[in-house]
């Protein structure tokens, strides 16, 4: 099977037409199958009261589809978060190529400017989504777990994707935060049982040895040991399009990796309340008071 991960935004009309809701919480999921091709789409629903909705949901994605018919605020905070978090695959649902002039110089020197426009019928879109392809992160067994949940007769079920290698039933992985082995009792794929997946699925996995009070959003299973980030040297960069803090020291709020985590910047030293585990050698941070609320990246040294 074919897998790909699409974040969405505002574009409730497009996933009405061609998908199916599943999970929703403050994040909504949609799913499609054609064929082979299995098509996930993430909706970041609390957006934009909640900024974590927003960047929960562009983590796993491959690709992007917003809404390009209004510049405004919040299509900003959109448009500066994909960058940030590197997304460089995606299209702009727009109704007249006015709306296009409006965007070209807006996302000119971001990771969007490859972005093509759309502005047709929504089925005949999904024939250019299907020639997109899901590209591995890691080359380990490495899944990210976005909702969990216990379940009568089953025990502790918990939905996530896998973002590299390919994992099998009844192999034991490590689990982030909770640092501990989890065994996989069994795998789901659009309700169908599974003997193994490939990177890019969205699954629902059914675990042993771990209970569902100790797993949390943003939650790897992959081959341990984890390493994690609490206090730690690195740089602060701001997006081009926000205005730097002139304080040395400053809240900060990671927003990444389906976490969000508050902390210190104090120049070149931060300081985290609780861990995050280190996937990357770079973290999306956000500082909720400003505005735009997603303000740069840490480089981490």
Do not use: W
């Not at 807006?106 to 502005?119: G, N, P």
């Not at 899944?143 to 290698?165: E, P, Q």
């Not at 992985?173 to 997946?197: H, N, P």
């Not at 890019?200 to 059914?206: D, I, P, S």
């Amino acid at each position: 099977m074919n897998s790909l991960n699409i974040f969405t935004y505002d574009v409730n009309d497009f996933l009405k037409t061609v998908s199916k809701k599943a999970t929703e919480s403050d994040i909504t999921l949609y799913n499609r199958k054609d064929g082979e091709n299995i098509f996930s789409f993430l909706s970041p629903t609390r957006f934009p009261e909640k900024i974590p909705a927003l960047t929960d949901c562009i983590y796993p994605a491959d690709v992007a589809i917003v809404n390009g018919n209004n510049l405004t605020r919040e299509l900003g905070e959109v448009i500066i978060a994909l960058d940030l978090m590197g997304l460089k695959r995606g299209y702009f649902l727009v109704d007249d190529e006015s709306k296009i002039d409006q965007l070209k110089p807006v996302i000119s020197k971001t990771s969007l400017k490859d972005f093509r426009f759309y502005s047709g019928n929504h089925m005949e879109f999904m024939d250019i989504l299907s020639k997109e392809k899901h590209v591995p992160r890691f080359s380990k067994p490495t899944i990210v777990i976005d909702h969990f949940f216990k379940v009568k007769s089953v025990g502790t079920v918990a939905l996530g994707f896998v973002l590299g290698g390919k994992v099998e039933k009844h192999q034991k992985l490590m689990c982030s935060y909770a640092d501990k082995e989890a065994q996989i009792k069994s795998i789901q794929v659009q309700d169908e049982d599974q003997e193994s997946v490939e990177s890019g699925t969205r699954v629902g996995l059914a675990l042993k040895n771990i209970d569902a009070d100790e797993i949390e959003r943003g939650m790897f299973m992959s081959e341990g040991p984890f390493e994690y980030l609490t206090e730690f040297q690195g740089k602060f960069e701001f997006h081009p399009a926000v205005k730097g803090l002139n304080d040395a020291s400053f809240e900060i709020f990671v927003a990444d990796q389906m976490r969000y985590q508050r902390g210190v910047a104090d120049r070149d030293k931060f300081t985290l309340e609780k861990p995050v585990v280190k996937m990357k050698n770079e973290l999306v941070v956000a500082t909720p008071n400003k505005t735009p609320r997603i303000q740069g990246k840490i480089r981490i040294s």
